[in-house]
């Protein structure tokens, strides 16, 4: 089963140029995780915001966290060519035991 | 190297065999969850582990899935009478999560995966 999902499911964007990727999910969470994965590589976490944050800040990352909409975006800004590869977000489902789902992904290109 | 790791890197087996990956989270991480991911594709959540008992299997996975974590370490993920369409990246993943009156997930460290091809 998949909790989110992220959209555009493809971006291609000019090296310089901001990227903004949105995931919406459908139950209540404690929190929400984005990582990155470069082709044929491991998903690397990137950051995490608790559901009592609006906004968090990471480097050239910028996570915003809605939960009356369930909404969340990642904005990269100053993309860079080495940003290219697919954004998964992640939620845990406030059960009792908060297992992790992620999305299917956008998968970001940004042309040097 | 402490980070996670997964045995083996390829497996490359045909229909109807068994296959068993394993993986080493890093050491003092309480939660093992292991996913799978076809191209294109999230990672599929498959079930996960708090300390060595299994918390919930995916309703999507046949019977022929199992997987143990006997004493709260490494983990196994078996597939028996291997099928085509078991053809995947297999995931591990592990992480510390506190217990402050209730389980807060931490970030999870994934390994470099198994990748499963079926003849």
């Known amino acids: 089963s998949q909790q989110g999902e992220e959209d555009p499911q493809a971006l291609s964007i000019q090296e310089g140029e901001n990227a903004t990727m949105n995931c919406s999910y459908k139950?209540?969470?404690?929190?929400l995780q984005w990582y990155r994965q470069n082709s044929g590589r491991g998903l690397v976490h990137l950051i995490l915001i608790r559901s009592n944050e609006r906004e968090k800040h990471s480097g050239r990352l910028r996570v915003t966290l809605d939960t009356s909409k369930k909404s969340s975006s990642l904005l990269i800004t100053a993309s860079r060519a080495a940003d290219t590869a697919s954004y998964f977000c992640?939620?845990?489902?406030?059960?009792?035991?908060?297992?992790?789902?992620f999305g299917p992904g956008t998968s970001l290109s940004v042309i040097p | 190297d402490t980070g996670v790791s997964q045995d083996p890197r390829h497996k490359i087996t045909k229909r109807g065999q068994n296959v068993t990956f394993r993986c080493d989270p890093i050491s003092e991480h309480n939660r093992l969850y292991w996913y799978r991911q076809t191209l294109g594709q999230g990672p599929e959540f498959l079930t996960y582990?708090?300390?060595?008992?299994?918390?919930?299997k995916s309703r999507l996975l046949s019977d022929r899935f199992s997987a143990e974590r006997p004493k709260g370490s490494f983990s196994t993920l078996e597939i028996q009478r291997t099928e085509q369409g078991d053809s995947a990246m297999y995931l591990c993943?592990?992480?510390?999560?506190?217990?402050?009156?209730?389980?807060?997930?931490?970030?999870?460290?994934f390994g470099s995966g198994t990748q499963l091809s079926v003849l």
């Open positions: 992640a939620t845990d489902e406030e059960t009792s035991y908060d297992k992790v789902i």
């Open positions: 582990f708090q300390n060595e008992a299994q918390l919930e």
């Open positions: 139950t209540s969470i404690n929190n």
């Open positions: 993943a592990s992480s510390l999560v506190y217990s402050l009156g209730r389980p807060t997930n931490e970030k999870l460290f």
